[in-house]
């Protein structure tokens, strides 16, 4: 069942969804406008002949800035990592869904290419996947709306939330855009192999 504007409230009020900062206009039929940080990670190309799931890809990354008089332009084709402004956290009986603006999709903006799914229990900033599909360079500033976040009520809380122990969460207290750490799987199984 996808939370409404009402519902949204209430669980805002409650303390039980976490979305800082929040202001009432972000607050749609049944989502919540979320705006892009100033934080903007781009792939250095040049640095690695591909890019290789086993490592870490700290490296392969540069921190940007988006500046408040100007913006950062995303270029045809180009892929970066973008953050949302806001800190997000959920309770252990509810899931959010992350998606683009129409407005933003009609110019070929594209902010997630498969992490659009947050789990219960989730806490942090979410991480944008941020790609332009268009023919034509497209401007991203500081502050705008970047997206929306809708959310489900699950059938009983979850046995073990996002961040738990067990679960090995990666990104659970993300503040800034972060790189894949897909690496740790490899890590993790070479770990098993040598004990």
Same mark, same amino acid.
Do not use: C
């Given at each position: 069942?996808? &939370? ?12 039980? %969804?976490?979305?800082?900062? &929040?202001?009432? =206009?972000? %607050? ?13 990670? !781009? ?6 002949? $591909? ?11 540069? =921190?940007? @800035? %988006?500046?408040?008089d100007k913006p950062f332009i995303l270029h045809p084709g180009e892929f970066v990592l973008g953050s949302t402004m806001e800190?997000? @956290? &959920?309770?252990?009986?509810? !899931?959010?869904?992350? @998606?683009?603006?129409?407005? &933003? ?6 902010i997630h290419s498969t992490a659009g799914y947050i789990d219960p229990g989730w806490k942090g900033n979410l991480t944008l996947e941020l790609t332009n599909v268009a023919r034509l360079p497209i401007?991203? $500033? ?19 939330? $996002? ?7 990666? $990104? ?16 993790? =199984? =070479? ?5």
């Amino acid at each position: 069942m996808v &939370l409404s504007d009402r519902s949204i409230k209430e669980e805002l009020a409650a303390d039980r %969804i976490v979305i800082d900062p &929040l202001h009432e =206009r972000d %607050i749609q039929p049944a989502s919540v406008d979320l705006h892009l940080d100033k934080g903007i990670l !781009v792939f250095n190309n040049s640095s690695e002949p $591909y890019i290789d799931v086993r490592k870490d890809l700290t490296d392969l990354t540069e =921190r940007q @800035e %988006i500046p408040e008089d100007k913006p950062f332009i995303l270029h045809p084709g180009e892929f970066v990592l973008g953050s949302t402004m806001e800190h997000i @956290e &959920l309770p252990n009986d509810i !899931v959010a869904r992350l @998606e683009g603006k129409s407005s &933003l999709g009609r110019i070929g903006l594209v902010i997630h290419s498969t992490a659009g799914y947050i789990d219960p229990g989730w806490k942090g900033n979410l991480t944008l996947e941020l790609t332009n599909v268009a023919r034509l360079p497209i401007t991203l $500033y500081f502050g705008m709306r970047i997206g929306q976040i809708s959310f489900q009520r699950m059938t009983t809380e979850v046995d073990r939330p $996002y961040g738990s122990s067990e679960l090995g969460s990666r $990104y659970q207290g993300q503040s800034d855009p972060t790189t894949s750490r897909l690496h740790i799987d490899f890590d993790e =199984r =070479r770990a098993g192999q040598d004990g």
